[in-house]
């Protein structure tokens, strides 16, 4: 009988041990509030991170309302607004819309905007280039986003 209500004790307290994790409380920290001009309205990126730096894109704003590339440190200092597209001038490229990749130099990505969707690359420096434009109706597809 003793044994048995040892058992059942170590069995119980076992379970209180294991059926009841610890919970920790997290504090989320804002690392920076979009404006819309000239710095991007609705991030729409999953972030990068390459070293202390997280890059990402916003939709829309920025200077022409068309979308911006953006960095911040993970600390959330020196944001700066690498590159803001420009549907006319930019070979119709607006609206990025995910990222590919962050090299040491660049980030490239896609746009879903007027009239297509394009593949951009963004210098680390700021000077970007348009790298392919989908032509609407095309059997290659319209609209590029990356997920």
């Known amino acids: 009988m003793r044994a048995r209500l040892l ?52 939709m829309y704003g920025g200077v022409s309302g068309v ?3 953006f960095k911040i ?3 959330g ?6 590159f803001t597209f420009n549907d006319v001038n930019d070979g119709n490229a607006a609206n990025p819309y995910g990222l590919l990749a962050v090299t040491n130099d660049a980030v490239c990505g896609t746009t879903s ?6 593949v951009f690359r963004v210098n680390i420096n700021g000077s970007g280039q348009t790298l392919f434009i989908f032509s609407q109706g095309a059997s290659m597809g319209t609209k590029p986003s990356v997920a």
Not at 29 to 38: A, R, V
Not at 77 to 82: C, I, K, S, V
């Open 7 to 58: 058992g059942e004790c170590l069995l119980c307290c076992c379970f209180i041990a294991i059926g009841s994790p610890r919970v920790h409380a997290q504090m989320l920290t804002t690392l920076y509030s979009f404006q819309g001009t000239p710095d991007g309205a609705r991030p729409s990126s999953p972030l990068v991170l390459m070293g202390n730096t997280l890059y990402g894109s916003a």
């Open 67 to 69: 979308g911006t590339v």
């Open 73 to 75: 440190n993970t600390d």
């Open 77 to 82: 200092t020196q944001f700066a607004t690498l």
């Open 113 to 118: 905007g007027l009239p297509s969707g394009t």
